[in-house]
């Protein structure tokens, strides 16, 4: 073993604050270390040539260097070392700059610090291993569960003649939910129809697979590689399987039924109907009682099921608005009472949109509590708020707004696909911020309202975000570079008690039911540590973070 | 009285050996030699009248008799494991850890008075049986192991089938089916749970706030005994490293313990350091590591059985100070190990709200 | 007629978080990258907040990965100090002009040891940290900021007034600074544009009844966020103008939103995050939080709300609002929701006004030829599909360049315009 040592002056700013020289002297006398030089600027050309002349020179088998943070030159160094034929994971870099120069003016103590850091990288090194650059082949094929709108425009952007989108929906057609609405807020801009084209062109392109009355059975394999198997729900039941590479789960979401809700009357009280029903009557063209007639009068409550399920819908508001102005157009002269808690109306056309939408016949009334009740042959809204203690109103007709709850029965896409269902329901998001459409397994996304209840504008946002993600990680032809610093569980120590299953959050590990041990899967794991810690026996370890390279680096630093 | 007891057990287990309920019993048995007492897998169920359920010692835990037997291969044939109510606590935990192959078991456990400590017993066995069939008699713990006088758990059901004898007529016992499956064996055994368990609850609640109340104030004085490091380090200061107490324990099934392996070890130089630093370095070293180190392994599973201190060549309260521990760690997550099959284990769930107290945002 | 061959750069303008996004996933898919950022450094908005709602995650340790991958990405050319001059072509031939300000100091030579800030004789207000504290004129925003490179600010740096003044190059070891630099105006081909240019907060002295301006410890939303900041100008300690702690605050939803006449989608949930803020620095303190319509949108957002409110805040409804001085605290007057008159006394008083477009938003319309709508945000062309694409094909608009938006909203845009792009060529 032949290990050269370099400490880099970083100009003044390492040289003024630590005295190199005794640095140098403090290294030299360590075992296995044949050389240990000073150089004004390692990451500068002149820096590189001398590295690599140097590994040349005296034969170097392991590279340290002392110098900034592996945030600035890590890759730098490197790829020094790459090019000079030495595994560039037999190299540590010591940060005695960050972390030693820039934090001390007392140039004792920062050289004393530097010592340890020197040594103790040193000490880590003799026990790395060269590790190799995986490349495994990718399927650029997509699989799409869900057809409504999210589902529709995901495969629309992907499909082309190098890339096969399986667009697999579980009812009779396409659409999802928005096909019932004629017209989207806040533009009023036709949606029904909009939809419709859409299908069309998604049933005309000739690189998307409609599969339709068809569920997910089988989600097998990782990214770049998935086995998926799928089933008809009607007979005969005949089962299909394809190949690949990612999966987009845009299942969208269902209203909330309030008809346990026993304040709302619906399905016990004529005339009370949810949202959804008025979407679908408007869309038939007329807006009636059941009786035939005209209502004279609606109320719209917002908010039904939002206390039920803990969270604002986001999009109830703005339907209630977009709801007076189907019976604006439609039923002219009805009054219309809106009963809301809070008006959620963010951005930047929706304030505009609501306001267009006040007038002589629209009334919005701010209320806590409300109780819908029959009246011979009108309905009775008693309601409670802040400046009232009970009030009444009698209406010909209510619509019941109430929030989108998560689509149900996906536990078989969740479990094999390992992604996770938050506590509402709705399917976890990678990060909340910066990776919203992603999850922690890779190569499984989500848009639309499987991720949560959303607008079309944002379902459509994020089903372009997938689009995205897809075309920039899954290209036709190119191979898939998977972490290199990975876990590996020894079969030997492991008694199969699948700690380390669950507490994998990116599906790496599985279990060998024939050996009864645990196995990670070199592609999917990312090296996050997880399992090491939790296993209780030390069975696994991660790969340049070995339980001796860290207590090695550690003991020298502690020293 | 107790006799009896054990006869009709014997009986009910042979009936339904016969009529094919079991193919096989696991039961502790009396060592030829007469000194000891081990799980046997019977299946020649004539010998069962030779077995004993409830033998005045736990040489073996049950949890690992039915490990051993089960963790591999298939469950094809159909074995009663007849085990006290922590044995069968154990199964649960280990079945959870995927040690136990629970296919074709019905774990079946009976009230337990106690056992007494092990070396008590194998030094003088026809003493320690004359001991603990008067302890019987009497209704009297006080010879019984240390953590068997503050057991809170002695009569709880965690398996399929349970029988009482508290509260019992003479010559009777209760069979209490806990889940389907001992609900199918008493039917197929054409036995229903006729009658009232009102009696049987009774004397199992007195008995459970009776010993709830001596265990607190058990607990109260131990703590005071080993609270602080020096405290703690004098407690476990004989301890020989030898490890047997984690060998003894069912729930602590590492095919290599972390704390037998290279991991702990270190070399020479290192030890002189350490001994430099600290004046005298007894050796082996870390005893007291290994036993903190244990409890975070496994304490919040620990089912408080006492195996552990009855392994001890050198009698630590291990079991007393472990169990106490245990109360603790599982109180954190308002768990208590191995009482059903269905609780998943806390170090494995993790809730998106949970320990709160632990976080620390900003000081 | 003759069909171009497509430029395959992209151009993305702006280098806070959805413009960084944008870049990353366009290198990802081995596209060049010309990401220009008018300031002297990259994060936009997001790296002036301590942490982020809902899981009140680290601002920080959220973005300098993703700040440092940018940086050392080799498809990704960034451009700070830069603006667009001028642009000529369609979409796929896009030849856009760029106007680089000189920095003044060399990013290969510099390391960023800050030695040259100390002797420098300028101080003025420090931008950044909205004016709480001072820097030089020759500077970097703040501790930590991308790129690690000071840049000399020509407005106060006196060899700009024709004086002689060479202290910073004196204290350089490097060489890095150099005054010979010069504005520049480079072409650049690029087959799409993304306009991801950020906001700006509503002018506060417009409303003048919020007192902000006249009263001392009336802070904007931005300003509250640095004092809180570690790397701010008090270190994170919250302290009134005179260097007290505050015993009570008020934070003021919706300040602008009528003048405006939106609802800006973040305030009400910045304020809660605020309320974790102080009762996590000043257990004691007692707040308020004054709304209009509580607006939390989304599927974690009322979790949030109900530990923020478990944590200590009352909410009040209230409209009319005035801050006016009271001794040494102020008293805020508002209507409550019967409609009475009524008031609370405070130490401090936090705005959270409107997030409007970038001020060099109608400029930027104007050069690009692209439609702004009626609150000078840019315009977007068709809302039945995703809002990213503009009145001109192959320029796109992200984030809050587009309209108000959280972070996670701006991100999703910043994919799905990559999306677009990568899905049409």
């Known amino acids: 073993m032949k290990i050269g040592v370099y400490i880099c002056e970083c100009g003044p700013n390492i040289a003024e604050k630590v005295d190199i020289d005794e640095v140098i002297k403090a290294v030299k006398p360590l075992d296995n270390v044949a050389v240990v030089e000073r150089f004004k600027l390692l990451c500068s050309q002149d820096g590189k040539q001398f590295l690599a002349d140097q590994i040349k020179k005296h034969e170097l088998t392991h590279l340290v260097v002392a110098a900034c943070s592996p945030r600035e030159h890590q890759q730098t160094f490197m790829d020094v070392c790459e090019q000079e034929g030495l595994n560039p994971y037999l190299f540590q870099l010591a940060n005695i700059r960050e972390q030693c120069a820039w934090i001390t003016d007392d140039k004792k103590e920062a050289t004393k610090k530097a010592i340890r850091l020197t040594k103790a990288a040193v000490a880590r090194v003799q026990y790395h291993t060269p590790l190799e650059k995986q490349q495994i082949e990718s399927n650029p094929d997509v699989l799409v569960i869900g057809g409504g709108i999210a589902g529709i425009q995901a495969s629309l952007q992907l499909a082309g003649p190098e890339r096969t989108i399986h667009l697999v929906e579980k009812t009779s057609s396409l659409g999802g939910l928005s096909q019932y609405y004629e017209k989207t807020f806040p533009d009023m801009k036709p949606c029904a129809s909009f939809i419709k084209g859409l299908i069309e062109t998604v049933k005309n392109n000739p690189h998307i697979n409609v599969y339709t009355n068809t569920e997910i059975e089988e989600i097998l394999g990782f990214f770049g590689n998935f086995e998926i198997t799928v089933k008809q729900t009607t007979t005969p ?75 604002c819908s986001q999009i109830c508001c703005m339907y209630s608005i977009k709801f007076i102005r189907y019976l604006q157009k439609k039923v002219p002269s009805t009054k219309i009472t809106n009963f809301y808690t809070d008006l959620c109306i963010p951005g930047k056309s929706q304030q505009h949109f609501y306001e267009q939408s006040l007038g002589n016949h629209v009334d919005f009334i701010r209320m806590s509590d409300l109780q819908i009740t029959k009246q011979s042959d009108k309905i009775q809204i008693t309601y409670s708020n802040e400046k009232d203690a009970s009030k009444k109103l009698s209406v010909d007709m209510v619509i019941l707004s109430p929030v989108l709850e998560p689509t149900q029965g996906l536990s078989s896409i969740i479990e094999s696909t390992r992604i996770s269902q938050g506590e509402k329901g709705f399917l976890t998001e990678e990060h909340e911020k910066i990776a919203p459409v992603s999850t922690s397994t890779e190569g499984v996304f989500i848009a639309g309202c499987s991720h949560g209840p959303k607008s079309i504008e944002e379902t459509m946002s994020q089903a372009e975000a997938v689009t995205g993600h897809i075309l920039t990680s899954l290209i036709p032809g190119q191979k898939i570079e998977p972490e290199v610093k990975v876990s590996h569980i020894s079969e030997s120590f492991c008694i199969g008690c699948k700690t380390c299953l669950n507490v994998c959050c990116y599906g790496a590990i599985t279990f060998d039911d024939l050996k009864k041990v645990s196995v990670v899967n070199e592609v999917i794991c990312r090296g996050c540590g997880n399992c090491v810690a939790a296993c209780p026996s030390g069975a696994i370890t991660l790969k340049h973070f070995t339980h001796n390279q860290v207590y090695h680096e550690v003991k020298e630093a502690v020293q | 009285m107790k006799k009896s007891i054990r006869e009709t ?211 109260k004085q131990l703590k005071k005994q080993i609270g602080g490091l020096e405290n703690l380090i004098d407690t476990f200061s004989r301890c020989l490293n030898c490890h047997n107490c984690m060998r003894a324990c069912p729930v602590c099934f590492c095919r290599l313990c972390y704390f037998d392996s290279e991991k702990v070890k270190n070399v020479r130089e290192d030890y002189m350091q350490q001994a430099q630093e600290k004046g005298t370095l007894r050796f082996p070293p870390d005893t007291t590591l290994f036993h903190i180190g244990r409890m975070t392994h496994m304490s919040v599973s620990c089912v408080s059985c006492g195996a552990c201190e009855d392994a001890c060549p050198v009698s630590l309260p291990v079991a007393q100070v472990f169990s106490m521990i245990a109360d603790e760690t599982q109180g954190l997550f308002e768990y208590l190990a191995g009482r059903n099959r269905e609780e998943p284990l806390p170090m494995k769930t993790f809730k998106e709200d949970e320990l709160h107290e632990m976080e620390d945002a900003h000081d | 007629m003759n069909k171009k061959e497509p430029f395959s750069d992209i151009l993305v303008v702006g280098a806070g978080i959805a413009g960084i996004q944008a870049s990353l996933m366009l290198s990802k898919a081995k596209k060049n990258v010309h990401l220009i950022e008018k300031t002297s450094y990259t994060g936009g908005a997001s790296i002036k907040y301590e942490e982020v709602f809902s899981n009140m995650e680290c601002s920080t340790c959220m973005l300098a990965p993703i700040q440092q991958q940018l940086l050392q990405d080799k498809n990704i050319t960034l451009h700070t100090l830069s603006t667009i001059k001028g642009v000529k072509g369609s979409q796929g031939n896009y030849i856009v002009t760029i106007e680089k300000k000189a920095r003044y100091v060399d990013m290969v030579n510099c390391i960023g040891c800050n030695a040259c800030f100390d002797p420098c004789p300028v101080s003025v207000k420090n931008e950044f940290e909205e004016g709480l504290n001072e820097r030089k004129a020759i500077f970097v925003p703040c501790a930590g900021a991308l790129p690690n490179v000071p840049m000399i600010d020509t407005e106060h740096c006196l060899r700009f007034k ?264």
């Not at chain 3, 599927?299 to 801050?323: N, P």
């Not at chain 3, 130490?347 to 000078?376: C, Q, R, S």
């Open chain 1, 237 to 311: 039941e005949a089962t299909a399987a394809f190949e690949v590479g990612a999966v987009v789960v845009a299942t969208g979401a269902t209203p909330f039924n309030p008809e346990h809700i026993s304040k709302y009357g619906y399905q016990k009280i004529e005339n009370v109907i949810t949202a959804l029903d008025f979407e679908q009557m408007n869309l038939s063209g007329k807006i009636t009682l059941k009786n035939g007639k005209p209502p004279k009068s609606v109320a719209i409550i917002h908010c039904v099921g939002r206390e039920e399920k803990g969270y």
């Open chain 2, 9 to 219: 057990i014997k009986d009910f287990l042979m009936k339904a050996m016969e009529k094919g309920v079991f193919d096989a019993v696991l039961i502790p048995m009396k060592v030829p030699a007469g000194d000891s007492y081990v799980y046997v897998l019977i299946k020649d169920k004539a010998l069962v009248k030779d077995a004993d359920p409830l033998p005045p010692v736990m040489s073996v835990q049950g949890g690992k008799a039915v490990s051993s037997v089960t963790r591999l291969g298939k469950g094809n044939l159909k074995i009663a494991a007849v085990m006290r109510p922590c044995e069968v606590r154990a199964t649960n935990e280990l079945e959870k850890n995927e040690q136990v192959n629970p296919e074709n078991i019905t774990l079946i456990s009976i009230d337990c008075p106690g056992v007494l400590p092990l070396h008590d017993f194998t030094s003088n066995p026809e003493e320690g049986l004359a001991v603990f069939e008067q302890a019987e008699k009497k209704h009297d713990d006080t010879k019984m192991r240390p953590v068997c006088q503050i057991c809170d758990n002695s009569s709880l059901i965690a398996g399929d089938l349970h029988i009482g004898t508290l509260g019992a007529a003479k010559d009777s016992v209760f069979l209490i089916a806990h889940s389907h499956k001992g609900q199918e064996v008493l039917q197929t055994l054409q036995l229903s749970s006729k009658g009232s368990l009102a009696s049987w609850k009774k004397q199992v609640q007195e008995k459970v706030e009776n010993k709830k109340k001596q265990r607190s104030m058990t607990h």
């Open chain 3, 162 to 425: 024709n004086k002689k003044c060479t202290a910073c190059q004196e204290a350089c070891m490097f060489e890095a600074i150099d005054y010979n630099q010069k504005d520049e105006t480079f072409d650049i081909k690029v087959g799409a544009i993304i306009v991801a240019t950020g906001f700006s907060l509503f002018d506060t002295q417009k409303t003048p009844h919020y007192g902000y301006g006249t009263l001392d410890d009336v802070y904007t939303a931005l300003e509250f966020e640095r004092l809180y900041a570690s790397n701010g100008p008090t270190e994170g300690t919250i302290q009134l103008k005179k260097g007290d702690s505050p015993k009570s605050a008020a934070i003021i939803h919706c300040v602008g939103r009528k003048e405006q006449g939106y609802c800006s989608s973040v305030c009400c949930l910045y304020s809660l995050k605020f309320t974790h803020y102080l009762t996590s620095k000043l257990p004691d303190i007692k707040i308020y939080n004054l709304y209009s319509d509580l607006c939390i949108p989304g599927k974690s957002h009322q979790k949030f709300y109900e530990k923020m409110k478990d944590a200590g805040t009352t909410l009040l409804r209230a409209d009319a609002i005035k801050v006016e001085k009271k001794g040494k605290s102020m008293e805020i007057t508002y209507t409550d929701e019967n409609n009475k008159k009524t008031s609370i006394t405070v130490d401090m008083v936090i705005l959270a006004p409107a997030l409007l477009p970038h001020p060099d938003t109608m400029g930027l319309a104007k050069t690009l030829d692209i439609a702004v709508d009626d609150h000078e945000f840019f315009k977007e062309n068709d809302t039945t599909s995703s809002c990213v694409s503009s009145s001109k094909p192959g320029i796109y608009i992200v984030g809050c360049a587009q309209g108000p938006k959280n972070i996670q909203d701006s991100v999703t845009q910043a994919s799905a315009a990559v999306g677009k792009i990568l899905s049409s060529s």
